[in-house]
């Protein structure tokens, strides 16, 4: 994988497009029915956003865009959190992944799946369709 280096990085502002496109079948939380998927993102702990939730479905496709502006050296991952949700509850945690911002930043784009890692001891087949577009901001 070809990634850049953070000195390379300390000179790139710009913004990120990001589409939350669908989810292979997901690791069933619920006991009765299928899930009730949503996905939350973010690259700082305090902008964090999510998709809507999909009631009872086992393979969600949401296609619902988010952006992040003010992409900084200091932003390195994109986080992506897998809940159930489950009224008058806590959500049960699904998956979580985090992404490098390297190869996006550097070329520009992602298209793909994005496999969920299974919790210790357990494998996964849990994955999200992810896009991803950077723009670099002109600072001068």
């Known amino acids: 994988m070809n990634t850049i280096?953070?000195?390379c990085?300390?000179?790139v502002n710009g913004y990120i497009h990001v589409i939350i496109v669908e989810a292979g079948k997901l690791?069933?939380?619920d006991k009765t029915d299928f899930n009730d998927p949503y996905v939350e993102v973010y690259i700082d702990e305090n902008n964090k956003q999510k998709t809507s939730v999909l009631m009872n479905i086992e393979r969600p496709i949401w296609n619902e865009a988010f952006d992040f502006n003010n992409i900084w050296p200091s932003n390195e991952y994109f986080?992506?959190?897998?809940?159930?949700?489950?009224?008058?509850?806590?959500?049960?945690l699904i998956g979580s992944k985090q992404v490098s911002l390297d190869d996006v930043i550097e070329k520009g784009d992602f298209d793909g799946w994005v496999k969920l890692p299974g919790f210790?001891?357990?494998g996964?087949?849990?994955h999200v369709h992810i896009s991803?577009?950077?723009e670099k901001i002109?600072?001068?």
Not at 79 to 92: A, M, S
């Open 5 to 7: 280096s953070t000195p």
């Open 124 to 126: 996964s087949h849990d």
């Open 27 to 29: 690791t069933d939380k």
């Open 79 to 92: 986080y992506i959190n897998v809940y159930d949700e489950n009224e008058g509850k806590k959500p049960d």
């Open 120 to 122: 210790v001891g357990f």
């Open 138 to 140: 002109s600072t001068g």
């Open 9 to 11: 990085l300390q000179s």
């Open 132 to 134: 991803m577009h950077f």
